[in-house]
């Protein structure tokens, strides 16, 4: 019977991958005005939807709560009122970007008698294999078709019903207004058999992107045949220089921390130049106890504010996604940068200081998706960065890094114009 399920989900999983490159074929040639018509359409039935949305969604947070799921994926499962309205606002900004497709990516010059460029086109069809996130649904979903992609969405168990409602809207909406059948393909069941078959059709799939935990991209890129474009952790550092401003370095520390720990630009580790030290970390420390942060901390900082835990060097490494964190008094800039091109996850660091020398230095020297100045590592998002919104944050460097937007799902060819050219 085990046989027969698996036999049925492998059919079922090939189906969907096959008809979705089929879709890439009117996909890719439609115009920006036909696919803002119909991310459109499916922005207002999203909006007429919230309360079914809502209703489907409690009931995958209620199983996850009776199933002891952690407080972290749980707020990443949960959808809010304006939850949902925030992801109808990212289609709408997508809609207002520049199409990407068919556009001049460079013009070479050529000594043959020959008119060379790179345009952009389409992918073709990308894998979304996701967990806990009901929001990368519509995201993923956006992102592919204004770039003039099919996708293919497998999200995690525990944010079935919410995922199921979410594509079966995109899916019925978006064709009455035009989307291609098949476009947009949801792998409607939580057995794993169907993610180690999607895993394999690279005869159909151009790219996967896998999101989730460290441990499931690594079984993703070891087990599959497909490019993948990995949305990496989130291991975060600031780093607070003895020439920054204090005010501004405790505003940045607490909202890098706290305004949504559950997330991967949140800040894991806290580096602070010793000279400063002493003046910032007391008031600090005081305001993370009021928010219930878990502190671990270094021997110096210990000595500074006595209530911070040890911190043992598996602490270093945690990427913890919620109300802990980690603080380590450094001696100097150099040491700093030493340690998070160390620990770090190349995602998103930053520097708090008014001396543009160490500010530019540190950006030079840090290697990683995204570098701050005077800001919080919370920023790194692509509805912040101008991008609509997000398919991902890319911590590798090929072919795609950072936060990752209608752009980074298109490649190129070159077009070449002749008028009898040969070459002799």
């Given amino acids: ?19 979705a490159k089929e879709a890439t074929v009117k996909l890719s040639v439609m115009s920006a005005q036909q696919k803002n018509n119909f991310l459109a359409a499916i922005a207002e039935a999203l909006q007429q939807n919230i309360k079914e949305i809502l209703f489907h969604n409690k009931i995958d947070v209620q199983t996850a ?7 972290t994926l749980i707020d990443r499962l949960t959808l809010s009122d304006k939850r949902v309205k925030d992801i109808i606002t990212g289609i709408k900004n997508v809609i207002l ?3 990407p497709v068919g556009t001049v990516a460079e013009k070479i010059k050529s000594s043959f008698d020959i008119n060379v460029k790179k345009i952009r086109v389409p992918l073709g069809v990308i894998a979304m ?4 996130r009901p929001n990368v649904t519509v995201d993923a979903a956006t992102l592919c078709l204004k770039a003039g992609n099919a996708v293919i969405l497998k999200g995690g168990s525990e944010a079935l019903n919410t995922n199921r409602i979410l594509a079966k809207i995109i899916c019925k909406d978006g064709v009455k207004a035009g989307m291609p059948e098949n476009a947009v393909q949801f792998i409607d069941t939580a057995d794993r058999s169907a993610v180690q078959e999607l895993l394999h059709l690279d005869n159909y799939i151009d790219l996967l992107i896998p999101r989730g935990s460290e441990e499931f991209v690594k079984f993703v890129k070891k087990n599959t045949t497909i490019p993948v474009l990995s949305h990496g952790k989130g291991l975060c550092h600031i780093y607070i220089d003895k020439d920054a401003d204090i005010d501004m370095s405790i505003n940045i520390a607490i909202n890098a921390k706290c305004q949504r720990p559950s997330v991967c630009n949140a800040m894991e580790t806290l580096l602070i130049h010793k000279d400063i030290a002493d003046k910032i970390l007391p008031k600090l420390c005081e305001i993370y106890s ?7 901390g270094c021997e110096i900082s210990r000595n500074i504010v006595n209530t911070i ?48 020398t160490t500010a530019d230095k540190f950006i030079s020297e840090v290697d990683a998706a995204a570098v701050f100045v005077n800001a919080s590592t919370r920023l790194h998002d ?16 090929l072919h795609a890094r950072g936060a990752m937007g ?19």
């Fill in 1 to 19: 019977m085990n046989n027969n399920n698996n036999n049925k989900i492998k059919q079922t999983v090939q189906l969907k991958a096959r008809t």
């Fill in 406 to 424: 209608i752009k980074e799902l298109t490649t190129t060819k070159y077009v070449v114009k002749g008028n009898g050219a040969i070459r002799k």
């Fill in 382 to 397: 692509g509805s912040v960065f101008g991008l609509g919104c997000e398919i991902g944050i890319s911590t590798q460097k």
């Fill in 290 to 296: 009021k928010k219930n942060v878990e502190i671990k």
């Fill in 309 to 356: 835990k040890s911190a043992e060097e598996k602490d270093w490494i945690t990427e913890y996604l919620d109300l802990k964190i980690s603080i380590k008094v450094v001696n100097s800039l150099e040491k700093a940068i030493s340690h998070i091109n160390k620990y770090g996850s190349k995602h998103s660091e930053a520097i708090i200081t008014n001396n543009k």
């Fill in 129 to 132: 294999i996701y967990e806990a």
């Fill in 97 to 99: 970007l520049q199409d």
């Fill in 65 to 71: 709560k009776e199933s002891k799921i952690s407080s």
